[in-house]
């Protein structure tokens, strides 16, 4: 039989052609687009007279810079309000399905698309957004694009792509209490490095991975991308069967039986051959913080900041310019560091599960004094339902502000944002300088329970103390 | 659509791996309807707090059209606004240790060729750039190569996206519909639907 990967069978599925440049021609699948990077694409359309060639095939939200305190309109900020007009537009004039706030199923495109069953094992899904890579968690090949390649996608529904190669990381064993999903990704990238998945599809496989319901697999695949490698998935199975049944868009009747069958025969063949493979122990993992301005510097909550000399030569200019931006020395413990503002929300954490892990931690308790704390629901059913689960009252009781839906202070492209040297725990994606919307601000990266944590007690906090003490 | 077969400039030298789109682009900045305005705010936040020393403020950088970084250039977000900032700044080519994907892929698009090159060939670049910044290097795509001077400095670049510069195929539209046919027979062949629109089986 076979010998191939998921990602093999998925690509040659969608294979339209091979380019005069040796690049394949892809058919994208299902498109997803927002505000940010597809107005100029339509723009492009327009300037060369072309349409859209399936319109039913893209799905369209508006999530990064959509106000999470008032969100009427039109919008206080005259440039996001452009924006959304602007994506309005073309969603009426391509006939393109929208859904826009107040729809009831507005949110990060990211949560949106898995939580109405848009997202399918099998399929190729783009977008104009890096994060794309979340929907892996299906068995979908799914990657971040750019303003022409949407565009592109718009106008034929495909891409010239180069074939990637894949790379196995197999992870065995049970997660301690106090870790979750956020820290095995912030793991693997710690000890990969950020670049090491350029030119990779990351396939994550074993026992870990599988005991994981698809909220934290979506978790681990978003931030495929900031280990490198452009997409990330993992093979579907029952508990990607069980998420999606019923779910708007999924296949119903006899065509659910004939999907489950196709999906089954997606799964990467036991004696496929991967370009790499790396092995990983779950029980080495420990809940895991982020120091510098890379995703790939982290260290477990009980380490210290790392010492030069511990680094390998060529991370050391950055170790550098990273003590001096973080205001963090070498040999100090990560713990006890002082927060400003914790944020609880994005396409990394934004989900059910993770508000019902971070309610857990805050009920009966409260954000310390001088830290403002937040939790930005990932979509409109996300705030929907996290309400009549009666979490929304265990975070006011606690002292977070409970907002509307959106991106938030992942980027910062609406008011949410960090002033001057604040420094932030913050449950997104990326501590890049400026991330959170200032020059200074300061980012640590950890999952939302240790946000929590952090916002509890004022300063970084392992949250396995806590947990002990949970009341 | 234009051909590129080699671009001919000053460089602009930009030290440190890791440059993310953040920094290339701050977020703020995406706020836009078109990509116009973006090559002012290039680095934006690194410039400012760099006090007017950034290599893109220095008087003898103004007007150079290849940019020297260093690895995993343009990691992070896959935001066009990046690749487009430089661009509208004035950078036509860029020549580094390594780039990140996503950023390389939008490059090619928009016609911003990027090669790589060894660590040991980029500090030769650096410090030609360093003492004499006003000097014409030449990145040559046919020959994968960057001339300074008599040196002949080799690069590389995947074969797809050099084919695609050389034979002006880098704005990919007009090739793919081309193969408008044969899309129509992927979409008809799928397992699966038009997710909103068509229940699993009937394609298209």
């Keep these: ?471 | 659509m234009s051909r590129i077969v080699s671009i001919t400039g000053r460089a602009v030298p930009l030290p440190g791996d890791d440059i993310d789109t953040d920094r290339i682009i701050p977020a703020r900045y995406l706020r836009c309807l078109t990509f116009d305005g973006l090559g002012e705010a290039v680095f934006a936040d690194d410039r400012h707090q760099s006090g007017g020393e950034h290599p893109f403020d220095a008087a003898h950088h103004q007007g150079a059209s290849l940019l020297l970084a260093g690895c995993n250039f343009g990691c992070g977000s896959s935001r066009e606004h990046a690749p487009q900032a430089l661009a509208k700044w004035g950078i036509r080519a860029i020549v580094a240790e390594s780039f990140a994907e996503i950023f390389f892929g939008n490059c090619v698009a928009i016609g911003l060729p990027c090669a790589t090159a060894r660590p040991e060939h980029l500090q030769q670049l650096h410090t030609a750039v360093a003492m004499h910044p006003h000097r014409l290097l030449t990145l040559d795509l046919e020959a994968l190569a960057v001339h300074l001077h008599e040196a002949r400095l080799p690069v590389l670049m995947p074969t797809g996206a050099q084919q695609m510069f050389l034979s002006g195929t880098w704005d990919a539209t007009g090739q793919l519909l081309a193969g408008l046919a044969a899309i129509r027979a992927i979409a008809g062949r799928l397992p699966y639907g038009s997710p909103p629109c068509a229940p699993l089986g009937k394609g298209g």
Aim: net charge negative; aromatic share 8%; with cysteine.
């Design chain 1, 1 to 471: 039989m076979s010998r191939a990967t998921l990602f093999d069978k998925v690509w040659d599925l969608h294979t339209v052609g091979t380019l005069a440049s040796g690049q394949t021609q892809l058919f994208i699948g299902l498109h997803l687009i927002h505000e940010v990077t597809s107005p100029q694409a339509f723009a492009m359309l327009r300037e060369r007279s072309l349409g859209v060639l399936y319109p039913g095939r893209t799905v369209a939200t508006v999530d990064h810079i959509v106000p999470t305190q008032s969100q009427q309109r039109p919008f206080a900020d005259t440039l996001a309000e452009q924006m959304i007009r602007a994506l309005e537009d073309n969603c009426a004039e391509f006939g393109i399905r929208f859904y826009n706030i107040g729809s009831g199923s507005q949110g990060i495109v990211h949560v949106i698309a898995p939580e109405q069953g848009l997202t399918q094992p099998g399929m190729t899904i783009a977008c104009g957004d890096s994060h794309t890579a979340t929907h892996g968690a299906f068995g979908a090949i799914a990657f971040g694009i750019g303003t022409s390649q949407v565009r592109d996608v718009l106008a034929t529904q495909t891409l010239a792509l180069d074939k990637l190669k894949v790379r196995r990381i197999e992870m065995n064993g049970s997660l301690c209490p106090g870790v979750f999903a956020k820290d095995v990704i912030l793991h693997i990238i710690r000890k990969l490095g950020v670049k090491a998945g350029v030119g990779y599809a990351y396939e994550f496989a074993g026992s870990t991975f599988e005991a994981m319901n698809m909220e934290e697999r979506m978790t681990v695949c978003n931030m495929a991308i900031e280990g490198g490698a452009r997409c990330g998935y993992i093979n579907p199975d029952a508990v990607t069967y069980a998420y999606l049944k019923g779910r708007d868009f999924a296949p119903q009747g006899a065509d659910w039986e004939r999907a489950v069958a196709w999906w089954e025969n997606l799964r990467s063949d036991p004696d496929a051959q991967y370009d790499d493979t790396i092995h990983f122990d779950a029980a080495e993992i420990a809940p895991t913080v982020t120091w510098g301005i890379t995703p790939g510097q982290g260290i477990a909550v009980d380490e210290t900041v790392p010492w030069p000399e511990e680094l390998p030569g060529e991370d050391r200019p950055l170790a550098e310019e990273a003590y001096r931006y973080m205001d963090l020395a070498p040999g100090v413990p990560i713990v006890g560091t002082k927060v400003d503002v914790c944020f609880i929300g994005s396409c990394t954490n934004g989900r059910l599960s993770d508000l019902r892990e971070a309610a857990k931690l805050a009920r009966g308790r409260h954000v310390a004094p001088g830290v403002k704390a937040f939790v930005v629901p990932g979509s409109e059913r996300v705030k929907q339902q996290a309400e009549a689960e009666g979490l929304h009252a265990v975070f006011l009781e606690a002292g977070f502000e409970w907002r509307e839906p959106g991106c938030s202070m992942c980027l910062a492209m609406n008011p949410d944002r960090l002033e001057g040297r604040q420094l932030s725990a913050s449950s997104s994606n990326r501590n890049f300088k400026g991330r959170q919307g200032s020059a200074r601000g300061r980012t640590l990266l950890m999952s939302p329970a240790m946000v929590v944590a952090a916002a509890v007690q004022g300063h970084i906090t392992d949250v396995r103390t806590l947990l002990e003490a949970t009341p």
